[in-house]
């Protein structure tokens, strides 16, 4: 059963009816039976992620299934801060929200919406349901909810508001007490959600409490904000975690009530760590920030958060555009997905490949300085542009990329690790003395140049490559791992080379 199904349970403990999408209409995909009216409307999406934290990465993968359903249909994707929760909300989260947006891609359309701004309009709704006698003021106390869930408890029912105040005389009111304004649910029949994921999920009403539109002190509650701006954001689409799911229930009541549309649901399952328990930071549950922290391409991000939990045959490597002409609602699996890091870096490593170098270079560059905090020069740059093919053809990260290029910015003498200073022992320290006067003897420092004259060099005595190669890539690198030698000759230039040889020769 999905995380969705656990959830129903538990709000229904006989359990709920489901049915299955009639996944027929490819593209569109339409719920057997779906109102048809939204068929001609431009698709819209939203992502609503309240501004308490990071953008983690189930949020970042639901805005992104967001982004490419609407892009796919040529609609618009908008971006709503659902910032009511004054006392958790930060403008820091909110800018920590922009960015991570921006760095993946995910640009937005239209204003962006604060949904606290809007709280006069969604209180306006409120009063007007009670103005139509379809919601009404209730004066419950603290004491009586308390009582009303033990009760709930006792029976084995899900707890909730058992309508004490929903037909009864205004005039018993108790006095001082500012009433709540409550919606009336149905009370009998059952609500379905039509989910292109989850398919038709029928909820009895009578587990469906007649929950709170407007608090005491006049502040609109999450379930009327939420339908209430998407309703006037006109959006056609939800997509969003399936924590949502019995939400969704609640909230198509109250736009009936209203005499709005339901838009069309799609209720997207969990994001696990690759061992299933839930997703912790130890799995990857992180801001955006953190992943271009790590070195992760964005485009990398996109198509691994594409691929989890959402499949277009057995393709595993795709461009965004790709994944934009391929997205689709009915593609989205129904059990949780994991999060795996090595698939990631994986995939980081064979976008890495594809991209530009100078871009690379620019990347790798801002790792040293903004993230590891080294010192870098002037020509830093332009050292790392030349090394980056042969950088990041054994590199999955920009971290990597930093970490096999730290030697260029490295300054003399060379602090020497463990094993490198090992490999710089009698032998080693002869063959750089006996090499430095052919490298400093060349004409031009090119690739083929060097790796001719540390050729011959090895070949006149009598050693293998490596043997020249190891102490060579100690002296220049103060390591034992390093990219390609011929590499690491040419982008230092001459006049380092020699000195770090010298430095360790003597
Ligand atoms: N603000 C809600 C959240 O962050 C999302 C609400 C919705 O998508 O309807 O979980």
Redesign the pocket.
Known sequence: MTTAGHLLQALRPEGYARTHVDRTDKGRLMPAGASTSQGSKTVRTRF???PTGFLHIG?TRTALFSWLFARHHGGQFLLRI?DTDRARSTDEAVEAIFEGMRWLGLEWDEDVVFQYAQRNRHADVANQLLADGKAYRCYASKEDLAEMREAAKAEGKPQGYDGRWRDRDPAEAPEGVEPVIRIKMPRDGETVIRDHVQGDVTIPNAVLDDYILLRSDGSPTYMLS?VVDDHDMNITH?I??DD?LTNAARQINLMTALGWDVPEYAHVPMIHGADGAKLSKRHGAMGAEEYRDMGFLPEAMRNYLARLGWSHGDDEVFSTDQAIEWFGLDAIGKSPAKFDFVKLANLNGIHMREADDTRLANETLRMMTDVKGWQVTDDTRDALITAMPGLKERAKTIDDLAESARFLIETRPLAMSDKAAKLLDDDGRGVLTGIAPKLEALPSWTLDGLEAAVRDFADEKELKLGKVAQPLRAALTGTTTSPGIFDVLAVLGKDECLARIKDQAA
């Open positions: 609503a992620p309240s949020g659902e939420v939800v969003r975690g949502h």
